[in-house]
């Protein structure tokens, strides 16, 4: 698949990277529409934000919408956790 990751300041290059393989209880999602938010913007044009700088390659976008492959219409905010599984409920430890 193709990805365009950020490396340095208003430094964007295109890869081709091996498809990702979902794991347990994982689904992959074709991808319909992506938002470029305010941190987005902050790592392009500065190279990060505050004391979180742009330290390896980077994809843009974390904010994303799109349908699972088994058909279900999602909408995705890493920063929102669903609490259902360990891993959601343990990520702000």
Known sequence: ???VR?????????NVEPDP???????????KAVEICGSDL???MEGGIGNDQLNHPLVLG???A???????????????T???YDL???SWN
């Open 1 to 3: 698949m193709k990805v």
């Open 6 to 14: 950020l490396h340095d300041r208003n430094n964007l290059r295109l």
């Open 21 to 31: 393989i979902p794991g347990v209880r994982e689904d992959l999602i074709n991808i």
């Open 42 to 44: 902050h790592r392009f």
């Open 62 to 64: 974390h904010e994303f």
């Open 66 to 80: 799109g349908v699972s492959e088994s058909g279900v219409n999602v909408a995705v905010d890493q920063a929102i």
């Open 82 to 84: 669903c609490g259902k």
């Open 88 to 90: 959601c409920r343990n």
